[in-house]
């Protein structure tokens, strides 16, 4: 398995099951469950197993050794890939300054909310600390999801999943939900749902619908990033993790 520690492997392993999400999502005239990114995550994960049925090594090991130096590469660009949010923020600041009052303090609201609703149902599920810690943080973009679960003891691969689930729910009900919560006239309200539950598909969405709405949504994304960073930590710390 030594020629797999190249760190080549991990890039071209993600370039290549993403394609392959992207060719079914085409194909499938936009199906939500070949959203590119849930397939390259399923697909990826099927191909590790596989490799590590085939050398005789576990597939955590083959994670290490294989993937992962390759996978940090890619997951470098997640940061800047963030901040260029900045961008429809920027072009549509004008319905920032006008509902920043509203933007704030709904957003606040909402994770405080979150919260305390994931917690309840990672316990009535009978999720461990490790568990519930890594399912606090999911509210917020990957980039920052993860850095923040592995602070408070959680497992940053579930975050992962779970926030990527949620980009793919977000996709699948997106119109739907818009409709059902009466936001179809409301840009700031649709865009902030969008960015805050769905994260970067979220927000791509978001700007299908109009510019203000994606606007909305990276406020959400970075709002969002940044009220995790401050009450996930402590209140990770009162729920005794």
């Keep these: 398995m030594s020629y797999l520690t190249n760190p080549l492997f991990g890039v071209f392993l993600s370039l290549a099951v993403f394609m392959i999400g992207q060719w079914l999502f085409k194909k499938s005239k936009g199906f939500f469950l070949f959203q590119p990114l849930f397939v390259s995550m399923v697909l990826g994960i099927v191909i590790l197993v596989i490799l590590g049925k085939t050398f005789g090594v576990d597939t955590a090991q083959v994670y290490t050794q294989a993937y992962k130096p390759g996978g940090d590469i890619i997951f470098w ?5 963030t901040i260029a949010f900045a961008v429809p923020l920027y072009k549509r600041n004008d319905v920032v300054k006008k509902n920043w009052g509203i933007i704030l303090s709904s957003l606040i609201i909402g994770t405080v909310v979150s919260l305390f609703a994931i917690t309840i149902v990672a316990k009535a599920f009978g999720l461990d600390k490790v568990g519930v810690a890594s399912m606090l943080s999911q509210s917020a973009t990957t980039a920052i999801a993860l850095p923040l679960t592995t602070a408070i003891g959680g497992n940053a691969s579930i975050t992962a999943m779970a926030c990527i689930l949620n980009a793919v729910i977000i996709y699948a009900l997106g119109k739907q939900l818009v409709k059902w919560f009466k936001l179809k006239d409301d840009p700031v309200g649709a865009g902030l749902g969008l960015g805050t539950a769905g994260h970067t598909i979220g927000s791509a969405f978001a700007l299908e619908m109009g ?10 994304v970075v709002v969002i990033g940044l009220v995790d960073n401050m009450l996930i930590p402590v209140f990770a ?5």
């Design 237 to 241: 710390h009162v729920i005794g993790l």
């Design 77 to 81: 660009f997640l940061t800047p890939a």
């Design 211 to 220: 510019s203000a709405e994606g606007a909305m949504a990276a406020v959400a």
